[in-house]
């Protein structure tokens, strides 16, 4: 995915429609970008 890309963000791609950040400072940093979940 190019934003997590760009964001040098960890990603991988188990299916065509589900992508995963699974790595603790990896979801630190997209927590930081776009907010904690609610």
């Not at 429609?17 to 609610?38: E, H, M, P, Q």
């Amino acid at each position: 995915m190019w934003a997590l890309d760009l964001a040098d963000i960890p990603w991988r791609q188990s299916s065509t429609r589900v992508i995963s950040v699974s790595r603790r400072d990896a979801v630190a940093r997209l927590d930081a970008l776009i907010g904690l979940k609610t």
